[in-house]
């Protein structure tokens, strides 16, 4: 995995986060390892996760605002580089796969779910200070990085004929698996910089109302069939 072993806190938090095993094994995600997740589905997540990114653009660019070192601002702004100017391009070109197309996706109405994360988001950057905000944004940007890397290296995950091997391979690759160690880097630094021990109750609870949020857009997607 890409963490377990070099940090502190990104493993404690996730240790203890009663919903993180619901959000990393949920039945989508075990639809998309055996190919069985209807395309419905997947196409409802695929134009819900553009909005998504968008505003995670807006949760870096914030960061950014939120930082006190060049360092800190150097690190934002490749966050949201990352998202506006390659992989909102890569997902409009693998939306277009599933028969979604940029104007299609950009007049799609925000579904609850997409804002109750995204705006929890903003709002923790926008109370708390920058360890806030990576905190809420890790269970998303590592997670991903779990999900992929343990789908890619499952022997039982569907090969052949599998519609979200692409997907499977896009999170369990190389640049993703970096950016996701990258964002534990991050928070470990902030932490080791920001933190006292008495902020790890705080901290918790942010990462686990992320978590169930996460969840709940996963689940959002299988409702909507």
């Not at 940007?141 to 779990?146: A, F, K, N, R, S």
Request: proline share 3%.
């Amino acid at each position: 995995m890409i963490y377990l072993n070099d940090f502190e806190l990104f493993p404690h938090l996730r240790r203890i986060s009663p919903s993180w095993q619901n959000y990393v094994a949920h039945p989508f995600v075990e639809g998309i390892r055996d190919g069985t997740l209807p395309d419905k589905a997947f196409r409802y997540y695929l134009g819900q996760d553009y909005l998504f990114l968008i505003h995670f653009a807006r949760a870096y660019a914030l960061a950014a605002y939120k930082a006190d070192s060049l360092s800190d601002i150097r690190d934002a702004a490749l966050g949201m580089s990352t998202i506006v100017d390659t992989e909102m391009a890569l997902h409009v070109e693998y939306c277009r796969d599933w028969g979604l197309d940029e104007p299609a996706i950009e007049s799609l109405t925000e579904a609850s779910t997409t804002m109750a994360y995204t705006r929890y988001v903003l709002e923790k950057g926008h109370q708390g200070d920058l360890l806030d905000l990576y905190v809420a944004l890790a269970p998303c940007v590592i997670g991903y990085g779990e999900i992929g890397a343990r789908l890619a290296a499952d022997t039982t995950a569907r090969r052949n004929g599998n519609p979200y091997s692409s997907w499977i391979e896009m999170y369990a690759g190389n640049e993703y698996q970096m950016a996701a160690r990258t964002h534990a880097q991050t928070l470990e630094r902030l932490w080791l910089r920001r933190a006292a021990k008495g902020r790890l109750e705080d901290l918790s609870q942010v990462f686990e109302e992320a978590t169930r949020l996460e969840t709940e857009f996963w689940q959002a997607a299988l409702d909507a069939v």
